[in-house]
């Protein structure tokens, strides 16, 4: 008995505050391709909307992070993954709004932030493109249009007190991811 006491107490109290400690302490360290550490330290510095520890486990989830050797291929790794992440909120928009049960004022909410993120969707993979051909103000220019659609969708929710938004989280994402992309941009040499 005194075991299974003590493995208890070991999983659910010890063992997450063992890993939570260890993660901030090496949260710097986390990212393995060290153009990744640098890129992050600098975008952490210039945008105090993307903290280190978020900038780099973006970038490490692309599988050719570390292959990535230049700031031009982390860029572009950036804006795709602002790209992957606004057609996963759409799709995941779409899911919530198939639940009949869903609240009129929220499901209204909802079809407004499928709107902003349909239109979104072209707008970023023009930014791919236009990053790609090295048409970096004009990339910046779309990027940017989809902080506006992400903060736009967040605050539809904010408008009703005591409402809690069913796309939190993914609105601060695609506004974090969209913020890291366009700082990496903006560090780039014209």
């Known amino acids: 008995m005194k075991f299974e006491h003590s493995f208890f107490f070991f999983v659910f109290f010890f063992l997450p505050t063992l890993i939570a400690?260890?993660?901030?302490?090496?949260?710097?360290?986390?990212?393995?391709?060290?153009?990744?550490?640098?890129?992050?330290?600098?975008?952490?510095?210039?945008?105090?909307?993307?903290?280190?520890?978020?900038?780099?486990?973006?970038?490490?989830?692309?599988?050719?992070?570390?292959?990535?050797?230049?700031?031009?291929?982390?860029?572009?790794?950036?804006?795709?993954?602002?790209?992957?992440?606004?057609?996963?909120?759409?799709?995941?928009?779409?899911?919530?709004?198939?639940?009949?049960?869903?609240?009129?004022?929220?499901?209204?909410?909802?079809?407004?932030?499928?709107?902003?993120?349909?239109?979104?969707?072209?707008?970023?993979?023009?930014?791919?493109?236009?990053y790609q051909s090295k048409r970096y103000r004009d990339a910046n220019v779309e990027v940017s249009s989809v902080i506006d659609a992400a903060t736009t969708c967040e605050d539809g929710f904010e408008e009703k007190e005591g409402l809690v938004s069913p796309l939190k989280k993914r609105n601060d994402d695609v506004f974090k991811l969209s913020a890291l992309a366009l700082t990496i941009i903006n560090m780039l040499p014209r």
Do not use: H, M, W
């Open 21 to 130: 400690a260890a993660a901030y302490d090496l949260e710097e360290e986390a990212a393995t391709n060290p153009l990744i550490r640098e890129t992050c330290r600098k975008v952490a510095l210039n945008d105090s909307n993307v903290r280190y520890g978020f900038c780099a486990a973006a970038l490490q989830s692309a599988p050719n992070s570390l292959c990535a050797d230049s700031l031009r291929k982390l860029g572009f790794i950036s804006v795709k993954l602002v790209r992957v992440n606004i057609t996963s909120t759409r799709c995941y928009i779409k899911y919530l709004l198939r639940d009949k049960k869903v609240d009129p004022y929220v499901r209204s909410r909802l079809d407004d932030c499928l709107e902003l993120y349909s239109d979104a969707l072209p707008t970023v993979k023009q930014a791919v493109k236009d």
